[in-house]
Every structure is written in structure tokens, then in C-alpha cells.
């Protein structure tokens, strides 16, 4: 007994670890920046029946999940997906000229494999009452040309978000098959954007910050039938206010510029609404339809926080040293699926979803955040490892439709192009109550 407590102890402090060591890399593999892997076996199913509450991992769409593992002892989960994207950006036209007259037209590959961690831990105080805590990366993002000379680096060399989330949460039976949950979001942000100054081959210009954000989750439960089980959730917006510095390195002589700046982060609020409908004593159907409120991304904008040079003019105190418009319209997330129970072996699970993105015309395109429309499919099992201790795969494709783009730069330069792009996903999971 005690050999099972120190593993599982050892168990909890990994999982932490590892969920405190996240790499967010390639593109963001959902609708906009936002990381939509928080489950290996959610994502077993395409996400079919995520906010339904079939394990703890759940908590990360409705927070009544929490309370779906019930019984004396502490519950954990770790889930981890190794993201393998590919995406490459051709440059058509460069101020109204073939691109391929004016210089390098291709980015390369911009993205890198990556990993991305989720942890879940929950506890029953007393009958009805039950608290818990998520860990994840909701939005990341990483991009980088493998030319930083090629035509589009005027609008993006390195493009890159990090956040950090911790969700305490709080729920409670308050009738039979009825359970409702709310928690807390605690969002730690960092971000970097970095282009090329006036031409592909100039200096580079860039803004770094980091900073903090707040805001809530709120879900229910319901389970009316045996075999029936509906969840719906909410993951409240948040602001990510970066405080940092808005440079230029690489000017002639070696020279640099630098000020103090800020960039605010509008991030949306997202509904979610599932369900798991068991068709068969081993069969269960699986749903989920979310809505992700991307039109409050309108744009990035640098606002000077003091007074200093830049190349685009003298910074003053609030005033606004760039902008970048966006203007995305809402997200929308269609899955359905379905699991098969293996005696004594498992459970097998298959899913498949359409994903239409915030980003719907070429002039809402960033070239360093190659998203579009896509299709997800996905196969999953789970399978038991011992008694208290139970283990999740899960393999995704998602085909991600070619997008065009017409961008100007801040030098008044249009550009046009188009990005192609594509991602493999696998993930793992280790659940254990102890």
C-alpha cells in the first residue's frame, strides 16, 4: 500500500512538472490561436462529447465535470499531444509585382512539432460538494519562416503566444443527476511578434511582453436517463494585457531603438454543449457543438507607455505606435462520434468534426497564423492498466483548407499570397485515483 501511494504521489508531482513545462509550437490547432488539445480522450472522438463529462479531462469545457469521479480519495489526470504540423506560406504579388520578380515568394515550412500538457485533479468534500483543479495552455502559438528573408517577413519573422492557466473549481450535486460547477481562470501570458523593417531584408522591428488575465468558467450536468448525459459550459473572455517593449535591432551601425509598450489580447468566451447517448449496453453516441466569440479580436495594437524613438515615429505616453486589424467574425465547432466497449479490453472510440474559422476573408489572414475552415478525424481507445489506474490514445488528422491572403505591411506595401497547411496529432493520457 504504501509503494502504491509513493507512486502515485510521484505521479502527481510529474504531472505538475510536466504541465508546468509546456511547448505550444506549429499552429494553433483550433478555430484562431486557441489549443483545443486538453484531452486525449476527448480528442479520440474529435471532440465528440467533451463537455459531457466522461472523465475528469471534461473540466477544461464545463467545469461540472469536477464531480464526475465520485467516492473516498483523490482523482488525477495527465494528458499530453504531440502536435506535428506543417504549414508554408507562397507570396504572390509584392507591391502589385510578381513576387517571384521581387524576390523569395516561399516561407518554408513555418511550424514546429510540439507539446502540449493538461492536468486535472478532484477531490469529494461530502456528498454533493466536490473541488478540483485544471491545469492547461488554452492559446499558444508558434510560427517562424525558414527564410526570415523571404517577401512576407515584412509581415511576420516570429510569431509566438504562450499561456499559462490554472482553473480552481468548485461543484455540487444539487439533485439527482443534476450537477452544476464554476471555477476560477488564472491566465499567465507571454507573446512576441517580430517582422522585417520596410523591405524583407531590413532590420528587425518587434514587440515582447508578458502579462496576466482573469475570468471564470461555469457549466451543468444533466443525466435524465440512464445512459444519457448532457453538459453544457462556458469559459468566460479574457483580456491579456502584455507589458513589454516595442524595438528595432539591426539598424545601420548596429544600432537599436526601444520603448516601453503594451499590446491588449482580446481572447473569447466559448460555449460549449455535449452529450453521450448510449445506443447499445457497449455503444454510446457522442455530440458537441461550441461557439467561440473570435469577433472581439479586432485587431493588435502598440501603445507607447513613455517616450522614445521608433521607425515609425516618436512614442508619447498612450499613444498608438502601430495597429494590425483582424476584425475575425465567431468560430463555430461541429463533432460527432462514438464509443465501443472491448470486454476486459477497453473502450474504442472514433470521431469526426468540421471546424469553420473566425478567419473568412483573405484581408483577415495573418501570414504567421495560417488558419481556415477544417475537418478533423480522429480514432481513440482507452485501456486498463490496473484497477485505479487507466490510460487514453488518441491519433488526429485535421485537413485545413487552403487560404489566400492580402495584407498590407505597416510601410504601406500590399502583399498577396496563399498558405497551405496541415497537422497530425497524437496524444497520451494516465488517469489514476488513489
Same mark, same amino acid.
Given at each position: ?27 494553433? @490547432? ?66 502589385? @509585382? ?63 503566444? @504562450? ?43 518587434? %514587440? ?37 517593449? %516595442?524595438?528595432?535591432?539591426?539598424? &545601420? ?62 512614442? @508619447? ?16 465547432? %461541429? ?6 466497449? +472491448? &470486454? ?13 474559422? &473566425? ?6 489572414? %495573418? ?25 487514453? +490514445? ?19 506595401? &500590399? ?20
Amino acid at each position: 500500500m504504501a509503494n502504491h501511494l509513493v507512486s502515485n504521489k510521484g505521479l502527481l508531482g510529474l504531472s505538475i512538472a510536466a504541465s508546468a513545462l509546456l511547448a505550444c509550437g506549429g499552429q494553433a @490547432l483550433a478555430g484562431g490561436f486557441a489549443l483545443r488539445e486538453q484531452s486525449a480522450s476527448s480528442q479520440g472522438a474529435s471532440f465528440a462529447g467533451s463537455a459531457a463529462g466522461y472523465d475528469l479531462s471534461s473540466m477544461y469545457w464545463n467545469p461540472a465535470a469536477v464531480a464526475v469521479k465520485s467516492g473516498p480519495g483523490f482523482n488525477s489526470e495527465s494528458h499530453y499531444a504531440v502536435i506535428m504540423p506543417r504549414a508554408e506560406v507562397e507570396v504572390e504579388t509584392f507591391a502589385g @509585382l510578381p513576387g517571384f520578380l521581387v524576390g523569395n515568394p516561399s516561407s518554408g515550412d513555418i511550424a514546429s512539432p510540439a507539446i502540449v500538457g493538461a492536468s486535472y485533479w478532484s477531490y469529494q468534500l461530502n456528498e454533493q460538494t466536490f473541488v478540483g483543479l485544471s491545469v492547461n495552455s488554452p492559446f499558444g502559438l508558434v510560427t517562424e519562416p525558414q527564410s526570415a528573408t523571404y517577401l512576407g517577413s515584412v509581415l511576420g519573422r516570429t510569431t509566438r503566444l @504562450l499561456t499559462f492557466n490554472a482553473a480552481p473549481t468548485l461543484g455540487y450535486k444539487i439533485a439527482p443527476g443534476v450537477i452544476i460547477g464554476a471555477g476560477a481562470q488564472l491566465q499567465y501570458g507571454d507573446g512576441e511578434l517580430k517582422f522585417a523593417t520596410g523591405l524583407p531584408t531590413g532590420p528587425t522591428t518587434g %514587440f515582447e511582453g508578458d502579462g496576466f488575465a482573469f475570468g471564470g468558467t461555469a457549466g451543468i450536468l444533466l443525466q435524465p436517463a440512464a445512459g444519457t448525459s448532457i453538459g453544457l459550459g462556458y469559459r468566460s473572455q479574457l483580456t491579456q494585457n502584455l507589458d513589454g517593449t %516595442f524595438y528595432t535591432i539591426g539598424l &545601420p551601425g548596429g544600432a537599436s531603438l526601444q520603448t516601453d509598450a503594451e499590446v491588449d489580447i482580446e481572447l473569447p468566451d466559448i460555449v460549449t454543449l455535449s452529450m453521450r447517448q448510449s445506443i447499445a449496453p457497449n455503444m454510446r453516441l457522442l455530440g458537441t457543438v461550441e461557439w467561440s466569440h473570435w469577433s472581439r479580436f479586432e485587431e493588435l495594437r502598440v501603445v507607447s507607455k513613455g517616450i522614445g524613438p521608433t521607425v515609425l515615429g516618436l512614442a @508619447l505616453p498612450g499613444a498608438t505606435i502601430a495597429t494590425i486589424p483582424a476584425n475575425w467574425e465567431d468560430g463555430w465547432f %461541429f463533432s460527432l462520434g462514438g464509443e465501443y466497449d +472491448l &470486454p476486459s479490453l477497453g473502450t474504442l472510440r472514433a470521431g469526426i468534426a468540421y471546424e469553420i474559422s &473566425p478567419v473568412d476573408s483573405p484581408d483577415k489572414r %495573418f501570414v504567421a497564423i495560417p488558419d481556415n475552415d477544417r475537418i478533423w478525424l480522429s480514432l481513440g481507445a482507452t485501456v486498463q492498466i490496473t484497477p485505479s489506474m487507466t490510460a487514453d +490514445l488518441a491519433y488526429t488528422h485535421i485537413f485545413i483548407e487552403d487560404g489566400d491572403f492580402t495584407r498590407t505591411t505597416l510601410a504601406g506595401i &500590399p502583399l498577396t499570397g496563399n498558405v497551405e497547411a496541415s497537422t497530425d496529432i497524437l496524444a497520451v493520457s494516465l488517469k489514476t485515483k488513489w
